[in-house]
């Protein structure tokens, strides 16, 4: 890929766009022969110069009329069509934006999934459920009803949201701004992450704080701290770590577990 990435750079500084090479990104992102952020040696890397196609692509594309049966739209991107090929199932409405690759055996409910995005096999998209621009979800994660997954497009290379493998995010969330949740956590229904947002760890004697990541296996609930402005003292909202997934071989025993331990929303 050492060359096609040498075209973008150059269409990205350059009065004329590669659209050859813009589109041939687009389609292996499409393919998942290419992801927008992935893991290596442990830490989470983000490729700026695919971010910075997938910018390319919605300047040189036209928009156009667009029809799947009775369905009419009128947009630059086209929806996704390589479903049964890659095995995955999306219930109408539910609607995946070309670009977007999902692994084998993933469910789209009637959500949302944008260009960009990457969804791990097994995963559920739940309804009303929204994927943003290049978010990475891992495997058997469940997006439960009306889950916000922001995207991160701009700058191209800030790091877009990432829920790790066997997350369980519930519902009418919202995580934003390239949050990363590690892999086993637990969001309750109805907590709101942005990079700003403090995440803290209630469990010892004293609180621990976390900015724009959730450890790995962590229970958070939505909470509020009390902040003194010059008016007076408000509280301002923050998510609160309550406890610690047990580790386990069998990930659903153990999520049914933490639901009823510690009374969570989902």
């Known amino acids: 890929m050492d060359e096609l990435r040498e075209r973008i750079e150059r269409s990205w500084t350059a009065d004329e766009v590669d659209r050859d090479a813009v589109d041939a990104v687009i389609d292996a992102l499409d393919e998942g022969r290419l992801r927008v952020a992935e893991k290596i040696d442990g830490a989470w890397f983000t490729h700026q110069w695919i971010k910075r196609a997938i910018l390319l692509y919605f300047r040189v594309a036209e928009m156009r009329l667009g029809r799947y049966g009775d369905y009419v739209y009128h947009d630059k991107i086209p929806l996704k069509t390589r479903m049964v090929e890659q095995g995955i199932r999306v219930v109408p ?5 070309f670009g977007a690759f999902l692994e084998r055996g993933c469910i789209v409910m009637p959500g949302y999934v944008n260009i960009g995005a990457y969804v791990g096999a097994g995963s559920m998209v739940d309804t009303w459920a929204t994927v943003g621009s290049c978010a990475q979800i891992g495997r058997g994660v469940h997006l439960s009803g009306g ?3 922001g995207g991160v497009l701009e700058p191209p290379g800030a790091r877009p949201v990432i829920v790790e493998d066997g997350a369980f995010v519930g519902s009418r969330c919202i995580l934003v701004e390239g949050l ?3 892999e086993e956590a637990v969001i309750a229904a109805g907590t709101t992450i942005t990079a700003s947002t403090p995440i803290i760890d209630v469990t010892g004697p004293e609180e621990v704080v976390y900015k724009g990541r959730v450890p790995a296996r962590s229970v958070v609930i939505p909470g509020t701290r009390p902040k ?4 007076g003292e408000y509280r301002l909202p923050c998510a609160l770590i309550i406890g610690r997934r047990s580790e386990s071989t069998d990930r659903k025993t153990s999520l049914n577990q933490v639901l009823r331990e510690f009374s969570l929303a989902v």
């Open 93 to 97: 409405p539910g609607t995946i934006r």
């Open 228 to 231: 003194r402005f010059p008016a």
């Open 147 to 149: 889950v916000g997954i």
């Open 180 to 182: 990363l949740v590690e």
